[in-house]
Structures are given as structure tokens and as C-alpha cells.
């Protein structure tokens, strides 16, 4: 018995380590796309009211990317990221989103860092 158990357990990793080698050229086969970003507030924007930013970002390839939401260059300690989910064509997806009370004199920043390129989008208290 130990020994059939020994060899499903060999075929059992065979088979993973071959969906990892076809997992691994379809991901890292495919061309740069950068990132779609969107910043917004779940509230629409009132200065000293509490509130959730949150910075959506999407269509993305490949999945090595770093959110941060930041208060005048510094980062909000608070923030949530969601689980890196993707669709179909293996563009990815994901939300970082923290609770803020936007005042009149702060800067709420989203920053992406993506394929070597780091990217700032300004929260818009008016959208």
C-alpha cells in the first residue's frame, strides 16, 4: 500500500510541476500592459467627513505590481488590498482602499509601481 501511495504522490507532483511550467510560459510570454487606474471615494468628497479611498486598478500584465495610498507622500497605514484576481486574457485586477477624512490642505495620492515604471494619480475631490 505504501508504495502505490508513493507513486501517486510522484505522479501528483509530475502533474503540478508541469501545469507550473505552462502557467509559468503563458504568464511571462505575454507583453507589457500597463495598468488602468482609477481613484476615487466611496462618499463623494467632503473635507473633514469620514470617508474610504479607494485606488482600482485593472488590465494589467504581469501581476507584479505595488499599490500604495498615500497622505501628502506618506502612506496611509490603514489600507486594504484585495486578493489579485484576473480574467480570461490574463489581465489582472485589484483594489487597495483605506479610510480617510480628506481635508482641504492634504494630498490623497495613489502610487503604482508596475514593470519598472512608477506611477502617481491625485485623488479629485470635485469627481
Excluded at 37 to 60: A, M, W
Amino acid at each position: 500500500m505504501f508504495c502505490h501511495f508513493h507513486f501517486k504522490l510522484k505522479q501528483l507532483v509530475f502533474k503540478l510541476l508541469l501545469l507550473q511550467s505552462y502557467f509559468s510560459q503563458v504568464l511571462f510570454t505575454l507583453p507589457l500592459s500597463s495598468p488602468k487606474v482609477q481613484l476615487y471615494s466611496r462618499d463623494p468628497g467632503e473635507y473633514g467627513k469620514s470617508n474610504t479611498l479607494i485606488c482600482h486598478v485593472s488590465q494589467f500584465h504581469p501581476p507584479d505590481i505595488s499599490i500604495t495610498l498615500l497622505r501628502d507622500g506618506h502612506e496611509l497605514s490603514d489600507s486594504v488590498l484585495t486578493d489579485l484576481a484576473f480574467k480570461q486574457d490574463w489581465h489582472f485586477h485589484l483594489t487597495r482602499s483605506a479610510p480617510f477624512s480628506p481635508s482641504g490642505d492634504a494630498q490623497y495620492t495613489c502610487r503604482i509601481d508596475h514593470g519598472g515604471k512608477v506611477t502617481d494619480y491625485i485623488w479629485d475631490p470635485n469627481m
